[in-house]
């Protein structure tokens, strides 16, 4: 009897188990559908965040860790769920209760993953230097004196606010990022503040978007909407700790109230510092001490003109009394000596340096005001560029927004859509592009930001001064509604990209027939344009609608004759491109990230396309015989991670001018065909995919850092050497030193490889 209990209690538990074992094996089929309708949802989630993120880096800010880790749980569940899809091929009878357990399971953590995922705050925060990262410093010659005079203030217990004032380029935002480094580094031994604030006002002055700044770089999430509200959080949150906010580049009076900046007093012990063009300014924001940056001694001026052109000029004989007088005519403004002084670098004929003296007489002289006094000497650099297209380049850089970071690629796909590099392979263009960018750098007329670029206030100034009234720039200012049309005569170029607009209405339609480039990507909350608005822009050359939320593009756009680029990269809510049949100039065309189902209508009559993107999961299909019209493209980028688009072999292998490919075949004739079509040419960058048509994977984040890449499923290549596919591709033995055969790391599916080049055969040209 004493056995009897626990028998029966052993029975009911194997009973119970046993019942839930015929659950899962009865039920595999709905859970699995529900399981990939679940992954569908939380892929469509995850292509949302990296939009947002990828839109919101451009400002120049970096991903918040959390977002980071919830990016890397999603591709985890992915290779989980792609692993039990593969088991349900060729599953047995006695696996199927088994699985059908980890598949409940698995819906179960994706729905977590799901809620996770919903983040209500912001995805970015900004840039580490306003995190208690200290910058990059520019070489600073003098100004000791200031730099002590600040430093003093901002020790005293008796000033709270501090304003640092001076004209365009004389040094002054180089001087507070010094300090703001000297702040770190004393807070690492004696902490004097909790928290070390920089953020940059800048001409176009928002209160909203002040307050959106400060609180990123203290972190602060979900700000209300109402500006009231919005202040008193920020307020709060300020009084609480000891700090010290630097706000660059103020323009124009603003009570501090109304931001949400508490007036520093003797009781808080924080600091407010403030730099400015205008002492009024600062004086009508309350600050007590004013420290104002004068022009540098000459002693200084030619310490950093040498600093920048190298002192090997001074053994040239008779160029002293030259150099003293170009320095001169610099009249102490950093800014101006360094460019100035980038320009005539590596330059040793004294007939150059006189002409350039005179040359630079006659700009000084040329302009007038005190505002734009400098202009004339950052001008001359300028002009002695003497190459209108590279001239060109630099101009474009200040359709930006002020102090934004510029990707150098994305930069130089513009300058190649606009004529600025001329003609040749895509490798020539991007090579020229390159090196155009080195020279502005080197020239001082950009500065280096990490990998990309930036321009200075001052030169951005300077290149609207150069291109007043043909260009229209309101890049990055808050904007919500467009000029009116009398604002649009006479434009050549016009950039509202990075606002708030949400509709183009039939009202407006500029009679603006000079207007060649619209840049209007980044307006998240854009959806609807009308008709009317592309009326009469019979000469433009350049839209890019990137990144907005438009539904459709009107059928006007058909009429754009002379559109060379038409890019509506990551409009995911588009569904409709109207007829590109007379758009024949058009050279560039740019869906990926879209909402369309089909190609657009007369795609077969761009014979003069030279790139173009339909990387988008919600195309249904490629129509037969489009791709062997299009005989001038350069870079095809077709691949996505669900089999929605096939490519077939032999068109592809019409292409003889592709260098940017990247496709997936799923018959094995097909992949064959395009592979023995490259031999004896040279692909830049490619990716090749060979899969079945049920197989579903993400193969770009395995190719990051690679150019070339090729990915085979073994079972289909049947009795063919992979071996052998591979030698004829890549014209090297796999096992040799330049080849490599490897499994897909952390990737589930065994039977899949990746195999690709040499990392040091591999030039480093950036996919698209």
């Given at each position: 009897?004493?056995?009897v209990l626990p028998i029966c209690e052993a029975l009911k538990c194997f009973g119970h188990l046993t019942c839930t074992y015929m659950e899962h094996h009865r ?361 209108s297209n590279i001239q060109n380049c630099f101009l474009y850089c200040s359709l930006y927004p002020k102090d934004c970071r510029i990707p150098r690629v994305e ?358």
């Amino acid at each position: 009897m004493e056995l009897v209990l626990p028998i029966c209690e052993a029975l009911k538990c194997f009973g119970h188990l046993t019942c839930t074992y015929m659950e899962h094996h009865r039920k595999l089929e709905r859970r699995m559908n529900d399981l990939l309708a679940k992954q569908r949802q939380l892929n469509a989630i995850k292509s949302d965040v990296e939009m947002k993120i990828k839109t919101e880096l451009r400002l120049g800010r970096c991903v918040r860790q959390e977002v980071e880790n919830w990016l890397l749980d999603v591709q985890t569940i992915n290779g989980k769920i792609q692993n039990i899809d593969e088991r349900t091929q060729n599953l047995s009878c006695f696996s199927r209760g088994h699985l059908g357990k980890q598949v409940s399971q698995t819906v179960e953590e994706v729905k977590e993953i799901i809620e996770q995922g919903r983040f209500t705050g912001a995805l970015v925060i900004d840039d580490p230097s306003t995190a208690g990262v200290p910058f990059q410093l520019e070489h600073l010659e003098g100004e000791t004196a200031v730099i002590a005079d600040i430093w003093k203030h901002l020790m005293s217990e008796e000033i709270g606010m501090v304003g640092v004032c001076g004209m365009g380029g004389i040094g002054k935002t180089t001087i507070m990022k010094h300090i703001y480094n000297q702040l770190l580094e004393e807070n690492k031994s004696k902490p004097l503040f909790e928290k070390i604030i920089w953020v940059t006002v800048s001409q176009d002055f928002n209160i909203t978007r002040l307050q959106q700044d400060i609180a990123d770089a203290m972190n602060i999430e979900d700000l209300p909407k109402p500006e009231q509200k919005r202040a008193a959080v920020l307020r709060n949150e300020l009084r609480q700790i000891r700090h010290v906010l630097i706000l660059d580049d103020v323009w124009e009076g603003f009570v501090l109230e109304k931001v949400g900046i508490p007036i520093p007093i003797f009781s808080n012990g924080s600091r407010l510092v403030l730099t400015s063009r205008s002492n009024v300014v600062c004086r009508f924001i309350g600050c007590s001490e004013i420290v104002e940056v004068p022009p540098l001694s000459n002693e200084e001026s030619m310490n950093l003109f040498l600093a920048h052109t190298g002192r090997g000029i001074l053994k040239v004989p008779s160029l002293e009394e030259i150099l003293g007088d170009i320095v001169g005519e610099c009249d102490g403004l950093p800014l101006a000596i360094a460019v100035i002084a980038g320009s005539m670098k590596g330059i040793y004929d004294i007939v150059e340096w006189r002409n350039a003296l005179t040359e630079l007489g006659d700009h000084v002289t040329s302009v007038k005001g005190t505002d734009k006094e400098i202009y004339g000497r950052l001008k001359f650099s300028f002009d002695r560029l003497e190459d209108s297209n590279i001239q060109n380049c630099f101009l474009y850089c200040s359709l930006y927004p002020k102090d934004c970071r510029i990707p150098r690629v994305e930069l130089i796909e513009y300058w190649i859509d606009e004529g600025f590099l001329e003609r040749g392979s895509r490798q020539q263009l991007h090579d020229r592009g390159h090196t155009i960018l080195n020279r502005l750098v080197n020239n001082c007329l950009l500065e280096k930001a990490r990998d990309d670029v930036k321009m200075h206030d001052v030169m951005r100034d300077m290149a609207l001064y150069i291109k007043h009234p043909y260009f229209m720039v309101k890049a990055g200012t808050g904007l919500k509604e467009l000029p009116g049309k009398q604002e649009w005569k006479d434009v050549e170029r016009v950039s509202f990209m990075m606002n708030m607009v949400s509709e183009i209405p039939p009202s407006l339609s500029p009679n603006c027939e000079s207007l060649s480039t619209l840049l209007l990507q980044n307006n998240e909350s854009l959806e609807r344009i009308s008709e009317s608005f592309f009326q009469h822009m019979h000469s433009l050359s350049i839209l890019d609608l990137s990144y907005t939320s438009i539904e459709q593009l009107p059928n006007s756009v058909s009429n754009l004759e002379t559109l060379n680029a038409l890019v509506l990269r990551g409009c995911k809510e588009l569904r409709y491109v109207p007829s590109l049949e007379k758009l024949k100039a058009l050279r560039k065309l740019d869906l990926r990230g879209t909402g369309i189902e089909k190609v657009p209508k007369g795609l077969e009559m761009l014979t003069n396309l030279t790139y173009l993107n339909l990387c988008t999961e919600s195309l249904k299909e490629l129509p037969i015989a489009i791709l062997p019209r299009l005989s001038c493209l350069q870079c095809l980028v077709l691949y996505v991670k669900l089999p929605s688009v096939k490519m077939n072999g032999l068109e592809a292998a019409r292409l003889r001018k592709l260098e940017v490919f990247e496709g997936r075949f799923d018959k094995l004739i097909d992949f064959n065909a395009y592979i023995k079509s490259i031999q004896g040419r040279e692909l830049t960058s490619y990716l090749l995919v060979m899969a079945s048509p049920k197989a579903k994977f993400d193969a770009r984040p395995l190719v990051e850092g690679l150019n070339n890449a090729f990915f085979f499923n073994f079972d289909l290549l049947g009795d063919c050497d992979v071996r052998n596919v591979f030698k004829i591709v890549a014209g090297h033995q796999v096992g040799s030193p330049n080849c490599a055969e490897a499994a897909f790391g952390s990737h589930p599916v065994a039977r899949w490889r990746l195999l690709y080049l040499h990392p040091a055969l591999i030039a480093p040209v950036a996919l698209p």
